[in-house]
């Protein structure tokens, strides 16, 4: 079970919006940046957001991260075919002293 | 171009002893910390070990405290795991990544992963 809670499944249609959830507790989301993962079906996880809502150069601003309280968001604006994926969130949690994931969201476009 | 390459993996049986190999390039290594990530089949990503620049410091999950141990060659830039007393929950896709230049250790910031080698711990 993983210590940050993710809805097992999302989806949209083509040119949606869609916003995935991540839920966590004081001692990791609320007090710690959150970051965001899309991984491909075969392929290495890919780093999306970090720091809550930067992203590294080459993710398209169709993607944002947001964070409120114990929880953060990741958006998608102008859904795609190709953003079908898994979606992880991290974080450090402070009581555990690591790092940890969500159990990941699988976003299927209608 | 950053690139990390995995190697190591297999099959091997519950109880036995595993190393696995990171053979990192395109990057000052030593600038970097190191971490080994897993994802067990049908399954979410599983942080297990990381390691500093400097190899000095070292933090591992619960999961695998006792039997695994991340180290790292500066000289040789390269990252490796020592899995010891493998179990079979240990079998996973295991990924090692990069945190960027001079960001903290535990960060979860990591910005280059590997392609991943499978460890299959099986009788």
């Known amino acids: 079970q993983s210590v940050l809670t993710q809805s097992p499944s999302a989806s949209g249609t083509p040119g949606q919006r869609v916003t995935i959830s991540c839920s966590g507790s004081?001692?990791?989301?609320?007090?710690?940046?959150v970051y965001w993962y899309q991984q491909f079906p075969g392929t290495a996880p890919k780093l999306l957001i970090y720091?809550?809502?930067q992203r590294p150069s080459g993710v398209p601003d169709r993607f944002s991260g947001s964070k409120s309280g114990t929880s953060a968001s990741l958006a998608i604006s102008g859904l795609r075919s190709e953003d079908e994926a898994d979606y992880y969130c991290?974080?450090?949690?402070?009581?555990?002293?690591?790092?940890?994931f969500g159990g990941g969201t699988k976003l299927t476009v209608l | 171009e950053v690139q990390l390459l995995e190697s190591g993996g297999g099959l091997i049986q519950p109880g036995g002893s595993l190393r696995l190999s990171c053979a990192a390039s395109?990057?000052?290594?030593?600038?970097?910390?190191m971490s080994w990530v897993r994802q067990a089949p049908g399954k979410g990503l599983e942080w297990v070990s990381v390691?500093?620049?400097?190899?000095?410091?070292?933090y591992h999950a619960d999961s695998v405290k006792g039997r695994f141990t991340i180290s790292r060659d500066n000289s040789k830039n390269t990252l490796f795991l020592q899995m010891n007393s493998l179990r079979a929950d240990d079998t996973a896709v295991y990924y090692c990544a990069r945190a960027p230049p001079g960001v903290a250790t535990g960060t979860p910031e990591l910005d280059y992963w590997g392609q991943g080698t499978l460890v299959t711990v099986s009788s």
């Open positions: 720091r809550n809502d």
């Open positions: 991290a974080a450090w949690d402070d009581t555990l002293s690591g790092r940890v």
């Open positions: 390691v500093n620049g400097g190899g000095g410091i070292t």
């Open positions: 395109g990057f000052i290594f030593r600038n970097s910390a």
């Open positions: 004081s001692s990791d989301i609320g007090s710690n940046y």
